[in-house]
Each structure stands twice: as C-alpha cells, then as structure tokens.
C-alpha cells in the first residue's frame, strides 16, 4: 500500500506524463491510463465528459446525455469528485484547467437483463463511435462463437439490437465482445442457472512486444483461477493465481515484456473447468502472396468451412466472410504459424443466405479470395464432371456431386439414343458422392446424358465424346 505523500508523488508523475502524451500526440483512453498505473477515480477526461466508475472498478468517460442511464442501471456510478480531491491533498487543484485531449471509451453498451430464459430474446443497448461499423460477436463459456455481425453505426451513434435464443444455445455463461479499431466492449449475459463455467476475453488478438494484455476474467464468485501461459511449443510462459471478486470476476493485466514474436496459448483453470483463448505478440505485416484452399464446394447451413492456407511466416492475416449479398458476416484476426501456414474453421450458422459465398484472406499487401456455394438446410441434388472439354475414347470421366439422400438407394445413368450404363455411387452421410467412368473403346462419338436420381428427385448433365484422332 503506498503512503499519502508517495501516492500523491505517483499521481503527478503520471499527470506529468499524461499532459506531455497529450501535447505530443500520443492520446490515451481510461483504459490505457489505468493499464499504465492510474487510479480508476484519478483518469483523466476530455472536457465536457463526465468520469464514472463501473461495477468491475474501470474507469469510463460518458457524454452527459449518458449519465442517468448508467446510474440508473446500476452498472456504474459518478466519481466524487471532492473526495478524491482531498484524498490527493489538494495537489491536483488545477487539474481541470489542464488542456487534455484524451478520447473517451467509444463503446458503451449494456444487457436489458443479467440472465435469460432458453429460448428468449437478449437485447442490447447503448452508444458508440458514429457512423462507423461495430463489430458485434457472441460467444460460449469455451470461446465458440455463436453469433456474429457487423452493425452500421449511424450519425447518432446510439446501438440496439436483439440475439434471439434457439435450440443451439445451451445453459450457461456467454460474453458479448463488441470491437471498433483498438476499442473493445465486453458484456457477460447468463442463459438459465449458472452452471459455474469459467471464461476469458481478451481485449485483442494481436499485441506489440514488450506491451500489456488486458484479460477479463469470469467465474464461479470469488474463486481463485490458475492462469498459465503456453507458448507455439507448449512450453509454460508465465502462471499466476487469480482472485475473482464477489460478482466472479477480475480484470488480469498480462506483462508481454521479453515474450518473443508468435502465438500464445492463456489457459484458465478452476476445479475440472479449464478454458483456453489465443493470443499473438509482434507479427509483422505479411508482403507475399496468399493461396487460400477449402475442403469442399458444397455446404449446409450449420457446416463447418475448413479454411487452409499458406503466405509468409508468422505474419497478421485478415479472414472475412461475405455472404451472397455482399454483406461482411464475420471478420476474424488470426495469423500464419513458423511455416507460414494457418488452418480456421468458418461456421456457417453464422448466417442464413443460400447462394454463392466469398472468404477472403489479406495481409498487409496482399489478397486472397475464393467462393464456395451454400445450399440450405435442405439437400440440393448437384452432379459434375471433372471437365467441360469432350472426353477422348478410354478416357476416365468423374462424376460427383452432393445432395443424395444417404438412406435411399440412388444411381448414375449414363444414355443416348443407342447406350445404357448404370452405376451405384458410394454415398457418403453428408450426401456427397464421386464416381469414376472409364469411356469404352467402342462407344459411338456423340452427346451423352449423366442423370444422377434418389428416392425424391433426380439431375442432368451432358457431355461429348469423340475420337481419339480428332483435335
């Protein structure tokens, strides 16, 4: 504990500081004053912004329009200011004649409720930057996403929206995680009883060397949590005991200094619960190029898109997925690891437009894109060949497709005016099929039809044989 006469030595270096921040440029939020040694009740705010103090300590700047619905909802209150005064000896009087320029936290936004019922709609108010666009994700107490957009922000800068509940919710923690640039929002909502889960968000993906990572933390009430930091090797890092306080949470502040550059691993535990979230320290900004690849064509509603790819080593990369509209579903930070390669899966539950997608993967310099096409939740018959150009006597043609119903028996014709052959295709339990042809010798040139049909509907294609002779 420091003594009056440190602490009011401690409070004007930091002033000092923070005034010659000011005046060079280098602007700080309450968040990167407190995570630099100030006191919550000491941050400083630009002028005609009231400080507050939220339920979890942190301190927050907010327009004077904005002040009765924080107090109001109990999740933050004013500072006294005339305490803190006499708390610093007076030696802080002309503290508000400082010019400052230090911008307020961009987002706030709150829960109508702390809990919901299964099956119930959450929603959420309150402002942030305008005209700008907010990101927008909601995530399990093990980090999966399971809900995720990109609100238009507009001149007014006021935010409301709704996450309906459905059947691929379950009981337990969630965490609303809202990102604008560097400025980030974590809301913690519950869905039925708390089941004791532990969870961690934190503020970022990517980190400077030598900078500090804010960790919130959340769990049973006033549990202590082990935290431990792994690196690429699963080598330990770095571990620490964590005392959450009586509404189970804490605000951990991680020390990066001398981590070396690539990702790292914060794995939390308490009692058999343990949670892990990923994190980066100084990678560059990729120059190469970017191949991207998929594991398949086709997808469902509710499937996974495995995601691959390969550009320099340990590099920031950019993953978006746009739907057939246009629209940005989900923007996702990762990186490349020591062999310059990287593997996500894209969940599609995340949107809800049949039609052709677009992932687009970018670093620094360069982009990346391909398509892959959405059918729905219901089976869509497809079938293709491996190649639009005519097909040469003995050569092999490959038929695939997706959309078969799997419990029924399907076939593959192939038939012209003079020919019939059938083939039974393996069906796999995603109703995906490939089938390999060898074209007789005899076969007469001409046009031939595949027609590939289950139990409820059937599918056309054609295609050309010809000599081997003819060019």
């Keep these: ?87 610093n000896n007076d030696t802080s009087s002309d503290k508000g004649q400082v010019e400052t320029d230090i911008f307020p936290e961009k987002i706030l936004v709150q829960s109508a409720r702390d809990s919901y ?117 699963d080598n330990v890092r770095f571990e620490d005991k964590v005392q959450l306080d009586k509404k189970g949470h804490a605000e951990y502040l991680l020390d990066l200094s001398g981590y070396k550059r690539g990702n790292y691993y914060l794995v939390l535990n308490y009692a058999s619960e343990e949670t892990i979230e990923e994190f980066t320290v100084g990678l560059s900004k990729g120059i190469t190029p970017i191949d991207i690849k998929i594991d398949d064509n086709y997808y469902k509603i509710g499937e996974t898109v495995l995601l691959s790819g390969k550009s320099s080593d340990n590099t920031k990369i950019l993953i978006e997925l746009i739907d057939p509209t246009g629209e940005v579903i989900d923007k996702i930070e990762y990186y490349t690891d020591n062999d310059g390669k990287f593997t996500y899966p894209l969940e599609l539950s995340l949107g809800k437009q049949n039609g052709l997608w677009t992932v687009k993967v970018s670093n620094a310099e360069r982009i990346s894109e391909l398509t892959f096409e959405v059918v729905g939740k219901e089976k869509i018959l497809t079938v293709q060949l491996d190649k639009e150009e005519p097909y040469r006597h003995g050569e092999f043609v490959t038929i695939s497709g997706t959309g078969i119903d799997s419990e029924f028996q399907s076939v593959i014709q192939i038939t012209s005016t003079d020919a019939f052959f059938e083939l039974i295709p393996e069906v796999t339990n995603e109703g995906t099929f490939s089938e390999v042809w060898q074209i007789p010798e005899n076969l007469a040139p001409g046009t031939y039809t595949v027609l590939v049909k289950d139990d409820t509907e059937d599918v056309t294609t054609n295609f050309q044989v010809i000599y081997k002779t003819e060019s």
């Excluded at 409070?11 to 060079?24: D, Y």
């Excluded at 099956?119 to 907010?134: D, I, V």
């Excluded at 968000?201 to 919130?216: L, R, W």
């Design 1 to 87: 504990m420091l003594r009056p006469v440190n602490r009011i030595l401690l409070f004007l270096v930091l002033l000092t500081n923070l005034v010659s921040s000011t005046a060079m440029g280098d602007i700080d939020s309450p968040r990167k004053q407190m995570a630099n040694g100030v006191p919550s009740e000491d941050v400083i705010c630009k002028n005609g912004l009231q400080l507050m103090i939220r339920s979890n300590g942190d301190a927050i700047c907010v327009k004077s329009s904005s002040i009765e619905k924080w107090v109001n909802s109990q999740r933050a209150e004013i500072v006294d200011f005339s305490l803190r005064d006499s708390k």
């Design 117 to 233: 019922v299964l099956g119930s709609t959450m929603t959420f108010t309150g402002e942030s930057e305008p005209n700008t666009s907010l990101e927008v994700e909601l995530e399990d107490s093990d980090g999966n996403k399971v809900y995720t957009d990109i609100l238009e922000i507009d001149d007014s800068g006021i935010v409301q929206f709704e996450i309906k509940t459905d059947d691929s919710f379950t009981h337990g923690a969630y965490f609303l995680i809202l990102k604008h640039g560097d400025d980030s929002e974590i809301v913690p909502v519950q869905i039925g009883e708390s089941a004791g889960d532990i969870a961690a968000v934190i503020e970022k993906f990517h980190f400077d060397y030598n900078s500090n990572a804010s960790i919130e933390i959340f769990g049973p009430l006033s549990a202590k949590i082990s935290l431990t930091v792994y690196d690429s090797r």
